[in-house]
Nanobody, 123 residues
């Protein structure tokens, strides 16, 4: 069982930055790939970025590459999403996700999801 708790959302002006956090509670000895998704109003959920449990590999959607950075603090089992140069189209509810296989995380078919945190970017 995995529990994911997101934090760090808020309101920011275009061009600004925000950092989201996702604290993952996992059974000792378990490992999961972790990712971020977002759902904008009236749109389907989309993949943003993912990272392996070790933090050694990362993956990004083209729309955020170069602006967003995913990282992981292995001691705290916490994954971060640093979002820079935010745009109004980044406005969405951001969800943390975890899965045993990276493939399921990137496809959004993974087992575990956080409750979501709102990010609003004003123009």
């Amino acid at each position: 069982q995995v529990e994911l708790v997101e934090s760090g959302g808020g309101l920011v002006q275009a061009g600004g930055s925000l950092r989201l956090s996702c604290a993952a509670s996992v059974r000792t000895g378990s490992s999961y790939s972790l990712g971020w998704f977002r759902r904008a109003p009236g749109k389907e959920r989309e993949f943003v970025t993912a990272i392996t449990w070790s933090g050694g590999s990362t993956y990004y959607a083209g729309s955020v590459k170069g602006r967003f950075t995913i990282s992981k603090d292995n001691a705290k089992n916490t994954v971060y999403l640093q979002m820079n140069n935010l745009k109004p189209e980044d406005t969405a509810v951001y969800y943390c996700a975890a899965g045993v296989e990276m493939r399921t995380v990137m496809l959004g078919t993974c087992e575990y999801w956080g409750q979501g945190t709102q990010v609003t970017v004003s123009s």
